[in-house]
């Protein structure tokens, strides 16, 4: 046991943060089971940003199960459901893409609540989901439940291991929506988004994609992931997936897509060169998709012509992150700006240890990658 007041070396350190980021792996692998056991494995799936006229609730957050109690108990009773944020993939999932009333998405990532959410004529149920300071003016229709809360909401309790979504759904109808259809758009005039390309997706196409590789139709693969927020600098994403050249692949995860996942960005052998893989928990898909491919190419994970060019905002990201070092992976692009953790010391071990380079602008950085 160490004395008061005396420090770890930095290779002590290390290894903390190496078990750390171990530990992490494991639980994004118990969560994939979870989600996939439940709900099947997610499939490709277009969805709609067009909110049908009559009553509808917005869900938003992480939590698929939330979704599906709610979806359960809306069923028949003349309200659509629309995703919101991290929940879009939900989309993808079998188990949840039955119910004919979880209609479409609606709004971008968490950042944009307040404008999104202004004088929203439905109730808004926040599942594990960053949450704003709320405008009056739809204060009254926000729900909390699990771990989210906020002075003056209401919250849906969990009475043992089941919740009731009535005080939701009463709203619902008494609020009743708009009178017409609205058609909305992403950040950059899309109206139409594509997710569930998830580790069983991706894999069950890996012969092609390799093929493609092999072939050179395919030159590189782009992950571009993480969380999203407000600060300047992140159009940085959106600018970089737009210079992606077509003989590439992007991958993304998280909310941080929200710049760039409305892109019509083309097709590469059949499949959309842009492959959302799911929420940022989704991760473990991601992971377990680049092993795959390292197996099959006989190499290394860093040898593969792959890069990680990764937004961080958050305590989630930071643990994902850590997962990707003890990982051994190298080269990651990391931005708009560094965790307030990373001093001048820590950044020094993180580029030597593993040449993680801030980002610097898309051009610049797309020249470095690619050569």
Same mark, same amino acid.
């Given at each position: 046991?160490?004395?008061?007041?005396?420090?770890?070396?930095?290779?002590?350190? #290390?290894?903390?943060?190496?078990?750390?980021?171990? =530990?992490?792996?494991?639980?994004?692998?118990?969560?994939?089971?979870?989600?996939?056991?439940?709900? @099947?494995?997610? =499939? /490709?799936?277009?969805?709609?940003?067009?909110?049908?006229?009559? /009553?509808?609730?917005?869900?938003? *957050?992480?939590? #698929?199960?939330?979704? &599906?109690?709610?979806?359960?108990?809306?069923?028949? &009773?003349?309200?659509?459901?629309?995703?919101?944020?991290?929940?879009?993939?939900?989309?993808?999932?079998?188990?949840?893409? &039955?119910?004919?009333?979880? +209609? @479409?998405?609606?709004?971008?990532?968490?950042?944009?609540?307040?404008?999104? !959410?202004?004088?929203?004529?439905?109730?808004?149920?926040?599942?594990?989901?960053?949450?704003?300071? /709320?405008?009056?003016?739809?204060?009254? $229709?926000?729900?909390?439940?699990?771990?989210?809360?906020?002075?003056?909401?209401?919250?849906?309790?969990?009475?043992?291991?089941?919740?009731? !979504?009535? /005080?939701?759904?009463?709203?619902?109808?008494?609020?009743?929506?708009?009178?017409?259809?609205?058609?909305?758009?992403?950040?950059?005039?899309?109206?139409?988004?594509?997710? *569930?390309?998830?580790?069983?997706?991706?894999?069950?196409?890996?012969?092609?994609?390799?093929?493609?590789?092999?072939?050179? *139709?395919?030159?590189?693969?782009?992950? =571009?992931?993480?969380?999203?927020?407000?600060?300047?600098?992140?159009?940085?994403?959106?600018?970089?997936?737009?210079?992606?050249?077509?003989?590439?692949?992007?991958?993304?995860?998280?909310?941080?897509?929200?710049?760039?996942?409305?892109? $019509?960005? @083309?097709?590469?052998?059949?499949?959309?060169?842009?492959?959302?893989?799911?929420?940022?928990?989704?991760?473990?898909?991601?992971?377990?998709?680049?092993?795959?491919?390292?197996?099959?190419?006989?190499?290394?994970?860093?040898?593969?012509?792959?890069?990680?060019?990764?937004?961080?905002?958050?305590?989630?990201?930071?643990?994902?992150? #850590?997962?990707?070092?003890?990982?051994?992976?190298?080269?990651?692009?990391?931005? %708009?700006?560094?965790?307030?953790?990373?001093?001048?010391?820590?950044? $020094? =071990?993180?580029?030597? +240890?593993?040449?993680?380079? %801030?980002?610097?602008?898309?051009?610049?950085?797309?020249?470095?990658?690619?050569?």
């Amino acid at each position: 046991m160490r004395a008061i007041g005396e420090t770890h070396s930095v290779a002590e350190w #290390l290894g903390l943060i190496m078990e750390f980021g171990q =530990v992490n792996l494991k639980c994004m692998a118990l969560l994939d089971e979870a989600n996939t056991s439940t709900f @099947g494995h997610p =499939v /490709p799936t277009k969805v709609t940003m067009m909110v049908e006229k009559g /009553p509808f609730i917005v869900v938003t *957050g992480h939590d #698929l199960l939330d979704l &599906k109690h709610l979806l359960e108990q809306t069923e028949g &009773k003349g309200i659509n459901i629309y995703t919101h944020g991290e929940m879009l993939p939900a989309h993808g999932y079998p188990e949840l893409k &039955k119910y004919d009333h979880l +209609k @479409g998405n609606y709004g971008t990532a968490w950042q944009n609540q307040q404008k999104e !959410f202004n004088e929203l004529p439905a109730p808004i149920l926040y599942t594990t989901n960053c949450i704003m300071p /709320p405008k009056e003016s739809y204060a009254e $229709n926000i729900f909390t439940t699990s771990v989210v809360g906020y002075p003056g909401l209401k919250h849906i309790p969990d009475k043992d291991g089941k919740k009731d !979504f009535t /005080p939701l759904i009463d709203k619902a109808l008494e609020l009743g929506g708009w009178a017409e259809d609205k058609q909305f758009t992403g950040i950059n005039g899309g109206t139409e988004l594509m997710t *569930g390309f998830a580790r069983n997706t991706v894999m069950g196409v890996a012969e092609k994609l390799i093929e493609a590789v092999k072939s050179g *139709g395919i030159r590189h693969f782009f992950l =571009v992931g993480g969380c999203d927020g407000a600060r300047t600098g992140r159009n940085y994403y959106t600018n970089f997936v737009k210079q992606t050249p077509m003989d590439t692949v992007v991958l993304t995860l998280g909310c941080g897509k929200y710049r760039f996942n409305d892109l $019509n960005i @083309g097709e590469i052998g059949g499949l959309p060169r842009l492959l959302d893989i799911g929420q940022c928990n989704d991760a473990y898909s991601a992971i377990k998709v680049a092993v795959a491919l390292a197996e099959a190419f006989k190499c290394d994970v860093n040898e593969l012509p792959l890069t990680l060019v990764l937004s961080w905002y958050e305590q989630k990201a930071v643990c994902i992150l #850590l997962t990707l070092l003890s990982l051994g992976i190298k080269n990651i692009y990391l931005g %708009p700006t560094l965790p307030a953790f990373v001093s001048p010391t820590v950044l $020094n =071990v993180l580029v030597e +240890k593993f040449a993680i380079k %801030p980002i610097s602008t898309p051009q610049a950085d797309m020249k470095a990658i690619l050569g």
